[in-house]
Structures are given as structure tokens and as C-alpha cells.
């Protein structure tokens, strides 16, 4: 079981006002409640719409369409059982976990990118964003139709009990597939480059960066994804208190 199981606590509705508390009362559930402009809201409401279309699984859900709250817009999000993958208490008895979730926000990343060319911001703490949800589902399967393929191939991903759910994509965009690889790539880079912000290192770490960074180079296609699925599903995890992944 993972540790720092936290609750949402609806004591606090006394602090909220009558127009506020009059949009989260008919719902009796635990969530975050998310204030902002329109625009910001609606785009966020918009990208949600769309990627769950295709990775209900990985993707935050709303309770409700966007409400207009004094001059802002504001919408609500379940409160999820467990906190942040970086808030989480990582060893060796639970690393299984985390690379079941660091496969699920990497496939995930993929397919927006393959359905929609969306592109998830990965440049601020990007483990701040990605929630854990418990789950009964012991895998996640999503079907992929490679632009280079005329078959399709079943990706199987293992849970272990939990889900990535990917959150807050205000800052993150849409791109042409073909002008934006660059972009995809190095977010892709960033997301795995940011492991080492929890101290954690994989044994095969400097396969995968050079990896990565040649796709980068060559702006490769995206679909060279598949090759670096394999790649972290290879990958053994251990506590790195050196950080002696900085050193390439």
C-alpha cells in the first residue's frame, strides 16, 4: 500500500460563500474545487472532453461543465484517494508501483499526441501533477494503430492497484503532428529527466536519455514511442541518493 493517504475535509464549506456554496451543494462527494478566467476554464474543459475520449483511464475527470462563479468560471474535480506521485513515500518495497505509473503518464502522453497533437506541459514539477487513484482493474489496455502499420496492436499496461491521473493541462497545447515533434519529444524528455527530482534512478537511465535525445536530433517520427515503451518496461528502479544520474 502506498503511504500519505489523505481526505478531503468538508468542514471547510463554512469559509466558502452563498454563490459558491450554491454550485458544490447538490454534489455530495469529496473534490478540489478549480477557480479561474473563462478562458482558462473553458480550454482546460475543452482538453479534458477530448482526451478522455481516448484515455478515459489516465485523464482527471469533472463533476460537473464549468460554472460561472462572480467573474470567473469554476469547475469541480473528485478529490482523489491517494496524493501526487511526488508527495508519495518511494522504496524499494513499492517501486513496482511507480514504474506501473511512469508507463501509464508516458503511454498517456503518447496517445494525446497520436489522436490529438497535445502536448503536456512536463516544464514545471510534472510528478506534482500526476494523482493516484486505487483501482480494481489489474491493467489498463488501449488500442494503437501505428501511421506506419495497417494492423492494430493492443497496449497492455499493468496498474498494480493503481492509476496515473493526469491533471492540470491549462498550460499545456495543441500542435500539427508532423511541425510539433520536436516539442513532443522533449516533453517527453523532461517527464523522464524529472525522476531524478524524487531521487530515484532506473539502471538503463542513460540508454533512455540517449535515446531520447537522438530522437530530438533526427526528429524522428513519434511513433518510435513504442521502441521506448519497451525501453521503461525494461527498467529496474532503485533510491538514488547521489543523484548520479546528473553524470552522463
Known amino acids: 500500500?502506498?503511504?500519505?493517504?489523505?481526505?478531503?475535509?468538508?468542514?471547510?464549506?463554512?469559509?466558502?460563500?452563498?454563490?459558491?456554496?450554491?454550485?458544490?451543494?447538490?454534489?455530495?462527494?469529496?473534490?478540489?474545487?478549480?477557480?479561474g478566467e473563462k478562458e482558462d476554464i473553458i480550454y482546460e474543459w475543452n482538453i479534458i472532453k477530448n482526451l478522455r475520449k481516448y484515455i478515459p483511464n489516465g485523464i482527471s475527470k469533472y463533476i460537473c461543465s464549468p460554472k460561472k462563479y462572480n467573474n470567473k468560471m469554476v469547475i469541480l474535480i473528485p478529490f482523489y484517494q491517494?496524493?501526487?506521485?511526488?508527495?508519495?513515500?518511494?522504496?524499494?518495497?513499492?517501486?513496482?508501483?511507480?514504474?506501473?505509473?511512469?508507463?501509464?503518464?508516458?503511454?498517456?502522453?503518447?496517445?494525446?499526441?497520436?489522436?490529438?497533437?497535445?502536448?503536456?506541459?512536463?516544464?514545471?514539477?510534472?510528478?506534482?501533477?500526476?494523482?493516484?487513484?486505487?483501482?480494481?482493474?489489474?491493467?489498463?489496455?488501449?488500442?494503437?494503430?501505428?501511421?506506419?502499420?495497417?494492423?492494430?496492436?493492443?497496449?497492455?499496461?499493468?496498474?498494480?492497484?493503481?492509476?496515473?491521473?493526469m491533471t492540470d493541462f491549462e498550460k499545456s497545447y495543441y500542435v500539427h503532428k508532423k511541425d510539433g515533434i520536436k516539442d513532443y519529444w522533449n516533453s517527453i524528455y523532461n517527464f523522464i529527466e524529472s525522476i531524478n527530482s524524487l531521487m530515484i534512478t532506473m539502471n538503463n537511465y542513460k540508454i533512455i536519455i540517449n535515446f531520447i535525445k537522438n530522437q530530438i536530433d533526427t526528429k524522428s517520427e513519434y511513433d518510435n514511442s513504442i521502441k521506448l515503451y519497451y525501453l521503461l518496461s525494461n527498467s529496474v528502479y532503485k533510491l538514488n541518493s547521489v543523484n548520479e544520474n546528473n553524470f552522463i
Not at 499526441?113 to 510534472?126: L, V
Open 1 to 35: 500500500m502506498l503511504s500519505h493517504k489523505i481526505f478531503y475535509l468538508k468542514d471547510y464549506e463554512y469559509e466558502f460563500d452563498d454563490e459558491l456554496k450554491n454550485i458544490i451543494n447538490p454534489y455530495k462527494v469529496n473534490m478540489v474545487i478549480k477557480v
Open 82 to 165: 491517494y496524493n501526487s506521485i511526488y508527495k508519495s513515500v518511494w522504496d524499494n518495497n513499492n517501486f513496482i508501483i511507480f514504474k506501473s505509473l511512469i508507463i501509464q503518464v508516458f503511454i498517456h502522453m503518447f496517445l494525446s499526441y497520436h489522436y490529438f497533437g497535445f502536448i503536456y506541459r512536463t516544464n514545471d514539477n510534472i510528478f506534482k501533477k500526476i494523482l493516484i487513484n486505487e483501482t480494481n482493474n489489474e491493467t489498463i489496455k488501449h488500442l494503437y494503430q501505428s501511421p506506419n502499420e495497417s494492423s492494430k496492436r493492443i497496449l497492455i499496461l499493468k496498474t498494480n492497484g493503481y492509476e496515473a491521473i
